[in-house]
């Protein structure tokens, strides 16, 4: 290169594979022929991007990271200043024998540049900030509940070691909080310690409270009203039921068939052959877990309101467990939700069979 002229990679890509940490980055440059460099730096996008714009100015910057704790934020952040971003599931990154023994953050960035560039790999779905921090209200509802049952099962585990005989009648009603709260232990410490559970039960109750109203107030906006109302009229689903769907899905449109939205949801066998031989190991693992558990719990209760949906499900319990066959009821349940929400149509039980 002639003295004082300057560099151009205009027409070249860069391909770019970090490992994201909360306090440093591993970073591997490769350009179209070979790795350029790899190295650690701390997790500031400006620091990032300054190097390459001063290393390979003019060039196309594609950069990518694996989906987990640290969000979208970055993909954000890339996007805005003009640089591709591709979000991965870590599950689908090649990986060869040798990297996944000898593990490490260098390993895996270099892992991740060399697949970007040889074009193996397809990135999620990443949704606007709105709709992220939108589904951070209601997972956080689903967390809370957990918390519940857990608290829940401690108190009731307290009981059974102490030998505190349980009444029959409906438990966690208002009457049996109270009986709770009029239990006495033998000592003040023994008394403390259940004190202690029911006060969180009492607070984890309250904190669910707010949350379904702060649900209810959102389904209410112009953003959800209309398809909650689309989706509250295929049986099973509640308003609740609509808001986690909505939020998990983002977009339906993304999901060209119900094959794939079946795939995301986790609603598809687990498929492997051998030569000409092909065999179901049952129902895959990889899943969006809030929604299929939630369209399962849905289905029980729409097979008792959807005549269709009635018929099929005793059709498929005559030759299968009836565990089994609600997971086929679920498939059908969620080609509902998707016919109502892609034709803009609400569904009508008597007249529709999907």
């Known amino acids: 290169?002639?003295?004082?002229?300057?560099?151009?990679?205009?027409?070249?890509?860069?391909?770019?594979?970090?490992?994201?940490?909360?306090?440093?980055?591993?970073?591997?440059?490769?350009?179209?022929?070979?790795?350029?460099?790899?190295?650690?730096?701390?997790?500031?996008?400006?620091?990032?991007?300054?190097?390459?714009?001063?290393?390979?100015?003019?060039?196309?910057?594609?950069?990518?990271?694996?989906?987990?704790?640290?969000?979208?934020?970055?993909?954000?952040?890339?996007?805005?200043?003009?640089?591709?971003?591709?979000?991965?599931?870590?599950?689908?990154?090649?990986?060869?024998?040798?990297?996944?023994?000898?593990?490490t953050d260098r390993v895996d960035c270099r892992k991740l540049a060399r697949s970007l560039r040889n074009g193996d790999m397809k990135g999620i779905y990443v949704p606007p900030r709105v709709k992220v921090e939108d589904r951070t209200l209601v997972r956080t509802r689903q967390s809370m509940v957990r918390k519940q049952t857990r608290c829940k099962n401690q108190i009731t585990s307290i009981l059974f070691f102490y030998g505190i005989t349980i009444p029959e009648e409906s438990r966690w009603s208002r009457r049996f909080i109270h009986w709770l709260e009029s239990i006495?232990?033998?000592?003040?410490?023994?008394?403390?310690?259940?004190?202690?559970?029911?006060?969180?039960?009492?607070?984890?109750?309250?904190?669910?409270?707010?949350?379904?109203r702060a649900i209810l107030s959102l389904s209410r906006t112009e953003e959800y009203r209309s398809d909650v109302l689309l989706l509250k009229s295929?049986?099973?689903?509640?308003?609740?039921?609509?808001?986690?769907?909505?939020?998990?899905?983002?977009?339906?449109?993304?999901?060209?068939?119900?094959?794939?939205?079946?795939?995301?949801?986790?609603?598809?066998?687990?498929?492997?052959s051998s030569g000409e031989t092909e065999y179901s190991t049952g129902i895959t693992f990889r899943r969006n877990a809030a929604m299929r558990s939630l369209l399962i719990e849905s289905s029980w209760v729409a097979v008792r309101k959807d005549p269709a949906l009635m018929m099929a499900f005793d059709k498929l319990s005559r030759r299968m467990k009836k565990t089994q066959a609600i997971v086929h009821i679920a498939r059908k349940l969620l080609n509902r939700i998707r016919f109502v929400l892609k034709n803009r149509q609400k569904y009508v039980p008597a007249v529709m069979s999907l």
């Open 184 to 212: 006495h232990m033998e000592r003040a410490s023994g008394d403390f310690a259940l004190k202690a559970h029911l006060e969180e039960l009492t607070h984890l109750r309250q904190i669910i409270a707010n949350l379904n």
């Open 1 to 103: 290169m002639d003295k004082g002229s300057k560099l151009d990679f205009s027409g070249q890509h860069i391909y770019v594979g970090m490992d994201v940490h909360k306090k440093s980055w591993s970073v591997s440059i490769h350009t179209e022929q070979f790795e350029h460099k790899t190295f650690t730096q701390p997790p500031e996008v400006d620091k990032l991007t300054c190097y390459l714009a001063r290393t390979f100015p003019g060039a196309t910057y594609h950069t990518v990271y694996e989906a987990g704790f640290s969000g979208f934020w970055l993909h954000d952040q890339l996007k805005e200043k003009g640089i591709d971003c591709m979000v991965v599931n870590p599950a689908d990154v090649p990986t060869k024998n040798k990297e996944r023994a000898g593990k």
């Open 234 to 272: 295929v049986p099973g689903i509640s308003t609740l039921t609509a808001m986690i769907l909505l939020t998990e899905l983002a977009d339906i449109s993304r999901f060209s068939s119900l094959d794939k939205l079946a795939s995301y949801a986790g609603l598809v066998p687990d498929i492997k």
